[in-house]
């Protein structure tokens, strides 16, 4: 039984996570995608856990081998937790490329039989990130396709309780 974990923060989820996760549960039997709580990164995150998860429940829904559960430990606690042996990331272009770099041998430091395998991002989504979603959703932006549809309510619903 070969099991993967994908870790991130998925505030929100893109369509450019999803695809990560779809090609990797093609070469894994069991993929469980870890949703950080990450409370510091940059103020806090927009949504909470619990919304982070039910996204990514619903937008891989029509994926019987991924499910998704919150951690709030180091990454490799969360694998060693859930029996995995391998942490897939995406990369999108080289300036992902230092953090994940740092990341990865980070993790390799505190157990090297824990694998960190990278996922290119397909051309199509090189450019996207949560981040970028946020700005153009806060701006009033259409971030139709960039998101799954219930992100892209959730972002519109965010953006007119601030108004
Ligand atoms: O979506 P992100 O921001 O790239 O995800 C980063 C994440 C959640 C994978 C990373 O912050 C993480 O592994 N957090 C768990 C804590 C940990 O293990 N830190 C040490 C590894 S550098």
Not at 7 to 35: C, K, M, N, W
Not at 132 to 147: C, F, P, Y
């Amino acid at each position: 039984m070969r099991r993967a974990i994908v870790p991130g923060t998925f505030d929100p989820v893109t369509s450019g996570h999803l695809d990560v996760i779809e090609r990797a549960a093609t070469l894994f039997d069991e993929l469980i995608v870890g949703v950080a709580f990450s409370k510091a990164k940059n103020g806090g995150p927009l949504f909470p856990v619990g919304e982070r998860v039910a996204f990514i429940e619903q937008a891989t829904a029509h994926l019987p081998n991924v499910s998704v559960q919150a951690f709030d430990t180091l990454l490799i606690d969360f694998a060693h937790e859930v029996g995995a042996s391998v942490a897939v990331k995406g990369l999108r272009a080289m300036t992902d490329f230092e953090r994940e770099f740092q990341m990865a041998a980070l993790n390799w430091r505190l157990d090297s039989k824990i694998e960190t395998m990278f996922i290119m991002a397909i051309p199509e989504y090189m450019y996207l990130s949560s981040s970028a979603v946020k700005e153009i959703a806060r701006h009033g932006g259409a971030v139709r396709g960039l998101v799954p549809d219930v992100v892209c309510e959730a972002l519109e619903r965010k953006v007119n309780e601030a108004r």
